[in-house]
């Protein structure tokens, strides 16, 4: 006789989320000291560095959306992220010695943004739908956070590219 199960619903699916969010900020925790200090540019480094405060601050927000819908904060391995720090790992031992560090760090920084503002407006699109209220809250303002961080990266990349071309040219 065969069981049937009934079909996950978007609530297991949004923790699920949850959990694999919750585990890629942790990541990104121990990523970004890694990326402040292999930084040559000063500005780039301060930038590494207070992401680094602003993303404890986003874990925290995680576990009150857990609380809210009356779960424990739990991490789930989320692979993406390994694999996106991972890239990120390979840019400061490739360039360590290069004019072109920052700009790959810079663009390393931006794939983990742009993963991460992918995850929270989908969380946030499922907290409304969910009508959890209040971690729509929390998830908008960490995904504000993510968009102003991703254009402060944009900023700070011209400078990165124009110093890795100059001296290219330069050699």
Known sequence: MATTTSPKPLDELFHDMLKD???AEKQILKALPKMA???KSP???KAFEAHKAETAEQVERLSQVFELIGKAPRA??????LGILKEGEAVMEDYGDSPA?????????????HYEMARYGTLKAWATQLGHKD???????TLAEETKTDKML????????SAAVAVAKAA
Not at 76 to 81: E, H, R
Not at 135 to 141: M, N, P
Not at 154 to 161: D, H, K, S, V, Y
């Open 37 to 39: 200090k292999a930084a």
């Open 135 to 141: 971690a729509v809250t929390l998830l908008d303002e």
């Open 21 to 23: 969010v919750y585990y």
């Open 101 to 113: 560090l920052d700009a790959g760090l810079v663009a390393s920084a931006q794939a983990v943004e």
């Open 154 to 161: 944009t900023q700070l990349g011209g400078p990165a590219n």
């Open 76 to 81: 789930k391995t989320c692979d993406a992220i």
């Open 43 to 45: 500005e780039l480094k």
